[in-house]
C-alpha cells in the first residue's frame, strides 16, 4: 500500500513540471523558437502560420502538401539565415513564394 501512495505522489510531482513556463503563439515565436521545435512540428507550424482564418479568404488557405514540399524548407532556410526575425514578419515573403509557384 505504501508503494501505491510513493507512485501517486511521484506521479502528481512528475505532473506539475510537465506545464510549460510560457506559452507561445505564432504572433510570439522569432526563427530561432521555430528551429527548436521538433522538425515534425515544421510543416503544421507553417500551416498554422499561414492561415490566418480572420483575414484570408478559405480559397487562399495553404494546404498541407504544398506546405510541407514548399514553404516549409523555405521557411526553415530563411530562419537559418536570420534567427531573431519575427515568424509573423516572414508571412508575406511566404506568400510571395506561394505566388511565384502557383503561376507555373
Same mark, same amino acid.
Given at each position: 500500500?505504501?508503494?501505491?501512495?510513493?507512485?501517486?505522489?511521484?506521479?502528481?510531482?512528475?505532473?506539475?513540471? #510537465? #506545464?510549460?513556463?510560457?506559452?507561445?503563439?505564432?504572433?510570439?515565436? %522569432?526563427?530561432?523558437? =521555430?528551429?527548436?521545435?521538433?522538425? %515534425?512540428?515544421?510543416?503544421?507550424?507553417?500551416?498554422?502560420?499561414?492561415?490566418?482564418?480572420?483575414? *484570408?479568404?478559405?480559397?487562399?488557405?495553404?494546404?498541407?502538401?504544398?506546405?510541407?514540399? #514548399?514553404?516549409?524548407?523555405?521557411?526553415?532556410?530563411?530562419?537559418?539565415?536570420?534567427?531573431?526575425?519575427?515568424?509573423?514578419?516572414?508571412?508575406?515573403?511566404?506568400?510571395? =513564394?506561394?505566388? #511565384?509557384?502557383? *503561376?507555373?
Amino acid at each position: 500500500m505504501a508503494g501505491i501512495t510513493v507512485l501517486a505522489m511521484s506521479s502528481a510531482a512528475v505532473g506539475k513540471d #510537465v #506545464v510549460p513556463d510560457e506559452a507561445r503563439t505564432r504572433d510570439m515565436m %522569432r526563427c530561432q523558437d =521555430y528551429l527548436q521545435l521538433d522538425p %515534425r512540428a515544421w510543416t503544421p507550424m507553417v500551416i498554422w502560420l499561414m492561415n490566418d482564418p480572420f483575414s *484570408l479568404e478559405p480559397a487562399e488557405w495553404t494546404d498541407f502538401h504544398e506546405a510541407e514540399l #514548399v514553404l516549409t524548407p523555405i521557411l526553415t532556410e530563411i530562419c537559418r539565415q536570420e534567427p531573431d526575425v519575427w515568424l509573423t514578419s516572414l508571412r508575406e515573403r511566404l506568400n510571395s =513564394y506561394q505566388q #511565384v509557384r502557383s *503561376l507555373n
